[in-house]
Each structure stands twice: as structure tokens, then as C-alpha cells.
């Protein structure tokens, strides 16, 4: 089956440090993929998309590359801040009625 | 989030009870879906509609119903409340065809 894999937190960074989280996919097909991003006691919010092969996503500072021939959408931000605490979540769909498969989220911390 | 808004917010139920969580959009969307989330594994989704009067089974549907009687409203169902249905259940929508799903804030349950 279909399945998206995400590196385990909490990540723990200091602000302004570099923030990569890993993110790797099984799928029958070509998936488009998303970051979306919980924050604290709030719903989830799509960060980006990438919908083929080679497409980077961006938004906010941060950034997304589907590279098809390592199955995986990492994301990354250079410089992070207090702000960008929260819970990462990769996510990726097949179909057209846009049914989303997760992965498990990693929590990130980041200190002043 | 959206126009997105999840009734109630908070509950507690005992094993057996009935409830029904309400999803109420102000946007004219066609797709609605229930999720649950639990911890370390991500979202799950657990029904769907692509419009007023259909539903369908997503990953996890057992122990659940669903109905999308107005476009504007979808509802979960609990006939008989199990702790393993302890979760936050989060409603999204989806605007047009590009996958971009929109979510509510969330409905916190636990059952004793």
C-alpha cells in the first residue's frame, strides 16, 4: 500500500539554525505531496505542494523538492525562528478526490 | 481555516453513548472529509464526500457514520462510543481540483 515516512522528533534547534525534516513515500503511481504544518491547539495548515517529479515547493522560507528517484519530499529552512515551532506533517494523494495519506508528524522546538 | 468551523469543541462521553460532530462550511465546496488524530500516527482519514448527498469509507471508517444531507454540513456520527475512539477529529474541506485541502480547528472527544 501507500505510505509516508517521517523522520521521529522532537527536532530541538536554536533560532536562526537550519532546519531539514526528512520525508520518504511508498506509492503505486505518481503522488503529489504536501507539508502541512499544526500548530500549537490549532487545525492543520498547507505550508506547500509539489505535484511531479523535480517540482521544489516554497512557501514561508521554507522549501520542498519531490525527487522521484529517492521517493522523498524533505523539507528544509535555513534560518528558523521561535515562530516555526510546531508539528510538520508530510502527506501525499493519488486520486483526484484528494484523499491524503500522513505521515506520523515530527514535532519541532525551536529555542530563543 | 478557512470558513471551516467544527461543533463542539471539546466532549466527554462514556463507553456506548451516541454523538454527532458537526462540520459546517460557508464556502461553496464540494469535498468534505473526517479525519482522526491520535498520536504517532499522523492523520487517518475516516469518511469523505465529493458533494451533497454522497459519502464514502476512508481508511478507518468502522465504528462511524457520516452524512452530507446539505452541502454545507457534514456530519460524523458515533452510534455506540468506544475508548478506542479517544482522538481529535479534524473536518477539512477542498477547493476545486488541486488537492489543496482547508481544515477546522478541530473536535477534542474522550470516552471513558
Known amino acids: 500500500g501507500n505510505s509516508v515516512t517521517q523522520m521521529e522528533g522532537p527536532v530541538t534547534l536554536s533560532e536562526e539554525a537550519f532546519l531539514t525534516i526528512n520525508c520518504t513515500y511508498t506509492a503505486t503511481g505518481y503522488p503529489s505531496l504536501f507539508w502541512y504544518v499544526q500548530y500549537p491547539g490549532e487545525g492543520l495548515q498547507l505550508l506547500l505542494k509539489?505535484?511531479?517529479?523535480?517540482d521544489k515547493g516554497s512557501n514561508k522560507g521554507f522549501e520542498a523538492t519531490y525527487r522521484k528517484e529517492t521517493t522523498s519530499f524533505h523539507l528544509e529552512k535555513g534560518s528558523v525562528q521561535v515562530s516555526d515551532s510546531a508539528v510538520y506533517f508530510c502527506?501525499?494523494?493519488?486520486?483526484?478526490?484528494?484523499?491524503?495519506?500522513f505521515g506520523a508528524g515530527t514535532q519541532v522546538v525551536v529555542t530563543p | 481555516n478557512a470558513g471551516v468551523t467544527q461543533t463542539p469543541k471539546f466532549r466527554v462521553l462514556k463507553t456506548g453513548q451516541s454523538m454527532t460532530l458537526l462540520c459546517a462550511q460557508d464556502?461553496?465546496?464540494?469535498?468534505m472529509y473526517w479525519y482522526r488524530q491520535d498520536p504517532g500516527m499522523g492523520l487517518r482519514l475516516i469518511h469523505y464526500s465529493v458533494g451533497e448527498g454522497t459519502t464514502a469509507k476512508g481508511e478507518v471508517p468502522d465504528g462511524y457514520n457520516v452524512s452530507r444531507l446539505k452541502k454545507q454540513n457534514f456530519l460524523l456520527g458515533l452510534e455506540s462510543a468506544a475508548p478506542s475512539q479517544t482522538s481529535v477529529y479534524f473536518c477539512?474541506?477542498?477547493?476545486?481540483?488541486?488537492?489543496?485541502?482547508?481544515f477546522g480547528p478541530g473536535t477534542r472527544l474522550t470516552v471513558l
Open positions: 509539489a505535484t511531479k517529479a523535480d
Open positions: 464556502m461553496n465546496h464540494e469535498y
Open positions: 477539512a474541506i477542498q477547493r476545486g481540483g488541486n488537492n489543496e485541502q482547508f
Open positions: 502527506a501525499l494523494t493519488l486520486d483526484s478526490w484528494g484523499k491524503l495519506q
